[in-house]
């Protein structure tokens, strides 16, 4: 019930605000308590946090091509297990090496995959400490007093999980709220521009 009165109340207030937040964005004079913000879309379009992700991408790809060397070593070593006897110590020698060979890779894989997690999380906190300090800058300067989070993606009518997403939005329904892209150019700011790979994400409405 507490959950369902909340939900009701921030409804009434966003569709109280929804004709003057326009006026407040465009015009720089603020009369309007709320906004929103599409947090997956400045995720996708933030400049350092993507990059930060490549290069782990990069290291990724980069170790791979070390495994499938390590795993080529370890069926040259099994190989020479065929030119002995089984049970004879030189078969026990190529064995040992063998089993020693794939713990150590085992272990090196294991201590790279924490490493990558590590660094995958460290950039999506950094990224969203840089994104919540924006919409507190944003925010105060406007006079916003709350700032929900918003998808502005269509759902996909031919995936489930998509219209799932869909129908657990918080907001349903939003005009002119959205502040976006001006937090994004705000992150941004500063960050040279790559060369893009693909195209660019369109405009959240």
Do not use: W
Not at 8 to 33: D, E, I, K, M, N
Not at 59 to 73: F, M
Request: glycine share 4%; net charge positive; aromatic share 8%.
């Amino acid at each position: 019930m507490k959950t369902s009165l909340c939900s009701a109340a921030v409804a009434a207030v966003l569709l109280s605000l929804g004709l003057s937040a326009g006026q407040a964005y465009g015009q720089g004079a603020p009369t309007t308590s709320a906004a929103v913000i599409d947090i997956p879309y400045v995720f996708k379009n933030h400049l350092r946090f993507q990059q930060a992700i490549n290069d782990i991408k990069k290291d990724i790809d980069a170790y791979q091509e070390v495994l499938k060397q390590e795993q080529q070593k370890l069926r040259v070593e099994a190989e020479k297990a065929t030119q002995f006897r089984a049970g004879t110590q030189e078969y026990k020698n190529v064995e040992e090496s063998v089993a020693r060979m794939r713990v150590e890779s085992q272990l090196e894989a294991a201590r790279r995959q924490k490493d990558f997690m590590e660094r995958e999380a460290k950039a999506y906190f950094t990224a969203y400490k840089e994104v919540e300090a924006a919409v507190k800058e944003f925010a105060v300067r406007n006079r916003v007093t709350l700032v929900l989070r918003y998808s502005g993606e269509d759902m996909d009518p031919t995936n489930r999980e998509s219209i799932m997403q869909g129908i657990n939005r918080f907001v349903v329904y939003q005009d002119r709220l959205n502040i976006t892209e001006m937090v994004l150019e705000m992150v941004n700011r500063g960050t040279p521009l790559a060369t893009p790979t693909s195209p660019p994400l369109p405009t959240r409405r």
